[in-house]
């Protein structure tokens, strides 16, 4: 989990997002194609982990309809990340990716999931 935590401060970092910064950042393609990568990476490990947990009832039942719809949004997010990695023009709310993350590994935690 230690391994997970620092790898998102560091897309963070790598991508110049703070919580007191401007309200838009501007970053090459590729630099976020690659910080998106591992953000994808990590998501798509928890998002295995508590649909298991969840499919065993390991998790409460609202956690995991919590779940559902961050996944829904993760969806959400995801095309807009795409669309952004094609037409750099594109806006990306990468706080709001982060947010979506955080929620999720919180959840992988409280289900005592070591990723």
């Given at each position: 989990?230690?391994?997970?935590?620092?790898?998102?401060?560091?897309?963070?970092?790598?991508?110049?997002?703070?919580?007191?910064?401007?309200?838009?950042?501007?970053?090459?393609?590729?630099?976020?194609?690659?910080?998106?990568?591992?953000?994808?990476?990590?998501?798509?490990?928890?998002?295995?982990?508590?649909?298991?947990?969840?499919?065993?009832?390991?998790?409460?039942?609202?956690?995991?309809?919590?779940?559902?719809?961050?996944?829904?949004?993760?969806?959400?997010?995801?095309?807009?990340?795409?669309?952004?990695?094609?037409?750099?023009?594109?806006?990306?709310?990468?706080?709001?990716?982060?947010?979506?993350?955080?929620?999720?590994?919180?959840m992988a935690?409280?289900?005592?999931?070591?990723?």
């Open positions: 989990m230690k391994r997970l935590l620092c790898l998102c401060a560091l897309s963070l970092a790598l991508l110049g997002v703070s919580a007191c910064g401007a309200p838009t950042i501007q970053i090459p393609v590729g630099e976020g194609a690659l910080a998106y990568a591992d953000i994808k990476a990590m998501y798509a490990e928890a998002r295995a982990y508590l649909t298991i947990a969840c499919g065993l009832k390991k998790i409460d039942v609202a956690t995991c309809a919590r779940f559902g719809q961050l996944d829904q949004q993760m969806g959400v997010v995801d095309l807009m990340v795409r669309r952004t990695i094609q037409d750099s023009k594109a806006p990306v709310d990468w706080g709001q990716v982060m947010a979506i993350m955080g929620q999720v590994m919180g935690i409280k289900a005592g999931i070591g990723l």
